[in-house]
């Protein structure tokens, strides 16, 4: 089973944390050849509109100097970055508002194996329904990402049934610590994480890879934003300065809307037959992200909910914030 607990720790957790869970440091990897694994599709067993941005200023801009998070219009389902349908024509449907639908959901690591298939079945469904694999016997989807100690997948279950899972990938400068997004744009991701500040802290970071859903859920925009929050969770108890994400053109809408901006033009993306791009944020633009719009924020309403959440135990989660 894979543990973050191989290596040096990554020391306290900020006094600015509003949860009691325990920190969990990450491990060390073995860098490799440097190149972007394949995945492999294998045997499993082998209120969203009218949010108004907190802490503008005169000139329009947030404190970090990001335009405010309503200046980006709201997620539609062409913009879903987790297994929606592909874009409509026209800026204009970027304003279609999807209803979260409400209902109470639990979370789990993916640490044993019942977890991890639902997961490697999920991805394989998703992608398939979207076009970017093609279909194999196993009806399975894993890369070689999934075994590293610095990874941490997850997968929501609504009524005992898997409906969606993502992908935290820890990052440092300097570690060796490897990831979809580090392998694609390797020195581009280098020097973010090199600029994120003074060694320690200031130079951890966070991959959210591999958000899917399943095509019975492919419209419940909510779970979209509990896959946002969990791994934000673990980038926040790792003390990640800088958030990354390889992102498809059209779902960029959706993710300046997060904080994110655009590094780098599309290539070739390990194991999908679309190009990404590489968009990145702060651990400060992302405080005021989750300021103004609470369903993103680990801690909001119940601050004990994710307690336990990391040692892989199941944990509740709900999109009515308490």
Known sequence: MTSFHRGPSFGHRPDSFRGSAPHHPIGHSNPGDGGGDQPTVRPSGTKASGITASGTTASGTTASGAPPIDAVPPAGPQDDPAGGRRPGRGSETLRTVVPLRGGDYMARLATDERTRRDMFRLRYLSYLRSGFIQPHPSETFSDS??????????????????????????????????????????????????????????????????????????????????????????????????HIACVRTHHLPFYKRLGYRPMTEPKPYPGLSCPMLLAASTRERFDEVRAAFPLVDPFAGNRDELDGFLAGVPVPMALRRS
């Not at 935290?168 to 744009?185: K, N, Q, V, Y």
């Not at 020195?187 to 500040?197: D, I, P």
């Open 145 to 242: 990402y999934d075994d590293l100690p610095n990874s941490r997948s997850f997968v929501i279950y609504e009524n005992g049934e898997p409906v969606a899972s993502a992908r935290a990938c820890l990052l440092a400068h300097g570690s060796g610590l490897r990831s979809p997004a580090f392998d694609t744009f390797p020195a581009e991701v280098a020097q973010l994480l090199r600029q994120g500040g003074a060694p320690g802290f200031g130079q951890r970071g966070i991959e959210t890879t591999r958000l899917v859903r399943s095509p019975r859920a492919e419209n419940n925009q909510g779970l979209v934003f509990l896959l946002i929050r969990l791994a934000s969770y673990i980038g926040m108890m790792s003390h990640a300065q800088l």
